[in-house]
């Protein structure tokens, strides 16, 4: 079943921010996020907020779901709007989830309406979503560039049909491929594809095979992830049985110096540690506003919120959360106010991950200290700290858990 949300302080019904986190709305970047919650099988890795057709019967599907959307989206308006200043225009959307194109492109559009009638839409701004290659087509892609989408983003995974098999995932290697072609095709100028490293049983050759693969795609945005188990998934019962082995951490590394390697000589530059691009204008800006501490309304089941160091997330079950907005109650579960301190953590520990660094008055003086003892054990780059930047290091992106745990305590 899908994780547990964190502890917080109740959140109020009516949604209501403090006057402090309204202060400055507009001077901060601002996105939308669109959680759904549907997929039509449930991968064995995910612990993602998700849910099949069999798993929720009848007490919820897209017509509810899309509804409490439009709802919550509205409320959104009027939370900011009581600040007194106007409501900023979504410079970013992204609908992720879930399987967003399970919705069609019908529905889709429908979604993106939804945010324009609630906070708008800013001139030129990104609009991006999730897609399972196995629930598009040449028409589907068609179908949300016309709506206004901007981005796609297609799960891969893996060109190896024996790595998918262990995922649990259900397309076909080639599929992904070929879906970024057609969303090529559509017009779609910014198209990334997601890869998993380190998946038991996939070797240095599977690796390379879907390196290949992307390459041949002609996408211009790269996302990468170690597979991680997550407590409670299917995959953690396997490995806790002893049908599968944990991921190995030098295995990870390995794989992760080949993924870079391949990418970087190919044209994809990392601009955040598990993130290659093109250029600077194929970077997802959406992500990019959540790691530099942009302001964003979560919406949809479970969805998490940031607005001004308030921080908020959703009930979870797509029925509850339909039902409290249908008695125009906010769906928040809980929320935690994040004071100075708070803030500078998260910072350091979001900004260090991107290639332009952190910079170093950021940190404390016990971190400053930490800083230069990173430099020297060649954590972080020694140039960028002369010109007080905290800048990974190519070994430091393999261990920058450890590089910002050493900075923050």
Request: aromatic share 8%; charged share 15%; hydrophobic share 35%.
């Given at each position: 079943m899908p994780s547990q949300p964190?502890?917080?302080e109740p959140a109020p019904r009516d949604g209501a921010l403090p006057p402090s986190a309204l202060a400055g709305l507009g001077s901060r970047p601002f996105g939308v996020y669109v959680h759904v919650p549907f997929c039509a099988t449930r991968c064995g890795y995910c612990d993602f907020n998700t849910y099949t057709a069999d798993e929720l019967g009848s007490s919820a599907g897209f017509?509810?779901?899309l509804e409490g959307l439009r709802a919550e989206l509205d409320l959104g308006a009027r939370v900011l709007?009581?600040?007194?200043?106007?409501?900023p225009a979504a410079g970013t959307v992204f609908a992720g989830g879930g399987t967003p194109s399970l919705l069609g492109a019908e529905r889709l559009g429908e979604v993106l309406d939804a945010v324009r009638s609630s906070f708008g839409l800013a001139d030129g701004a990104e609009v991006t979503t999730e897609?399972?290659?196995e629930s598009?087509?040449?028409?589907?892609?068609?179908?949300?560039?016309?709506?206004?989408?901007?981005?796609?983003?297609?799960?891969?995974?893996?060109?190896a049909q024996h790595v998918l098999r262990v995922l649990e995932r259900r397309h076909t290697p080639g599929r992904a491929v070929e879906a970024a072609r057609e969303a090529r095709a559509a017009g779609f100028g910014h198209v990334n594809l997601d890869l998993i490293y380190g998946t038991p049983g996939e070797t240095d050759d599977d690796l390379r095979a879907s390196l290949d693969a992307v390459l041949e795609a002609g996408v211009d945005h790269v996302s990468a992830y170690s597979l991680i188990v997550e407590d409670g998934t299917a995959m953690?019962?396997?490995?806790?049985?002893?049908d599968l082995p944990m991921p190995d951490e030098d295995v990870l590394a390995d794989r992760y110096e080949l993924l870079d390697g391949v990418l970087g000589g190919a044209g994809l530059h990392w601009y955040e540690v598990s993130n290659w691009a093109r250029d600077d204008a194929a970077r997802c800006m959406h992500n990019i506003g959540y790691w530099r501490g942009g302001d964003w309304w979560g919406a949809g089941p479970g969805a998490h919120s940031h607005v001004g160091g308030v921080r908020w997330w959703n009930v979870k079950h797509p029925a509850r959360y339909s039902a409290l907005l249908a008695e125009g109650a906010s769906p928040a579960l809980a929320r935690e106010v994040l004071d100075a301190e708070d803030q500078r953590i998260e910072r350091v520990m979001l900004e260090l991950r991107l290639a332009s660094g952190l910079p170093l008055a950021v940190l404390d003086e016990a971190g400053r200290l930490a800083a230069k003892e990173a430099v020297a054990d060649g954590l972080l780059r020694a140039d960028a700290l002369a010109a007080d930047r905290c800048v990974l290091t190519d070994r430091g992106r393999l261990l920058a858990d450890g590089v910002i745990q050493r900075l923050i305590t």
């Open positions: 964190p502890p917080g017509g509810s779901w709007a009581a600040g007194g200043e106007p409501v897609s399972n290659p598009t087509s040449p028409e589907f892609f068609e179908g949300i560039a016309a709506a206004g989408y901007t981005r796609v983003s297609l799960g891969m995974q893996s060109a953690a019962r396997k490995v806790r049985r002893g």
